[in-house]
Nanobody, 123 residues
Framework: VQLQASGGGLVQAGGSLRLSCAASGGTFSTYTVGWFRQAPGKEREFVAG????????YYEDSVKGRFTISRDNAENTVYLQMNSLKPEDTAVYYCAADRRLSIGRSTDSYDYWGQGTLVTVSS
């Protein structure tokens, strides 16, 4: 499966963005999807994930209550709605997919990766 992340941009603190992860070349509805981010000079970190089977979601603590992950299997797309953005959310955001039943929080848990989309939050 091939993944294409989009929707990044420049936004002021407190603003919102919606990222999209569009898939092609596979039955996306059977993949668990995770969103990761990587800030300059830092390691790539898990942000949120959603399973394929029942749509169970999991969030990293710093984004709980601000970010929402969802999926539209008919459109082969997973979304990350980001509200109340903070400067520390600035990073390149990546989506990743794997045919697993649970949400992995390490980069090793995912076989397929999108190219990343840059989110910049100004103070």
């Amino acid at each position: 499966v091939q993944l294409q992340a989009s929707g990044g941009g420049l936004v002021q603190a407190g603003g919102s963005l919606r990222l999209s992860c569009a898939a092609s070349g596979g039955t996306f509805s059977t993949y668990t999807v995770g969103w990761f981010r990587q800030a300059p000079g830092k390691e790539r970190e898990f942000v949120a994930g959603i399973t394929w089977r029942v749509g169970y979601t999991y969030y990293e603590d710093s984004v709980k209550g601000r970010f929402t992950i969802s999926r539209d299997n008919a459109e082969n797309t997973v979304y990350l709605q980001m509200n109340s953005l903070k400067p520390e959310d600035t990073a390149v955001y990546y989506c990743a997919a794997d045919r697993r039943l649970s949400i992995g929080r390490s980069t090793d848990s995912y076989d397929y990766w999108g190219q990343g989309t840059l989110v910049t939050v100004s103070s």
